[in-house]
């Protein structure tokens, strides 16, 4: 079984910064892509960054020149550093990894961390 725990989420004023992590733990062989997503009451869950094994990066319009996403293979964690934050960020903010098993890929989510901007 895999689990992926996060944690540097809460309340920050606007303006100010946060650092999410994202730990992953159990049966892993290979993580190929990580990533962040976002979900706000009432809203769909929205990718916010994603960073492949090879690197590619990719960032929602809404967060970038704000948000940097990051990993560290050795540790199997993903980053997330949040600048100049806004009040519409504000959403719980879910981690997802991507293994291969064979030719079958599988995803598996974090438990979600709360980010609350205040303006």
């Known amino acids: 079984q895999v689990q992926l725990v996060e944690s540097g989420g809460g309340l920050v004023q606007a303006g100010g910064s946060l650092r999410l992590s994202c730990a992953a733990s159990g049966s892993i062989f290979s993580i190929d892509a990580m990533g962040w997503y976002r979900q706000a009451p009432g809203k769909q869950r929205d990718l916010v960054a994603a960073i492949t094994s090879g690197g590619h990066i990719n960032y929602a319009d809404s967060v970038k020149g704000r948000f940097t996403i990051s990993r560290d293979n050795a540790k199997n964690t993903v980053y997330l550093q949040m600048n100049s934050l806004k009040p519409e960020d504000t959403a719980v903010y879910y981690c997802?990894?991507?293994?291969?098993?064979?030719?079958?890929?599988?995803?598996?989510w974090g438990q979600g961390t709360q980010v609350t901007v205040s303006s």
């Open positions: 997802k990894i991507v293994t291969w098993t064979g030719p079958i890929p599988r995803d598996y």
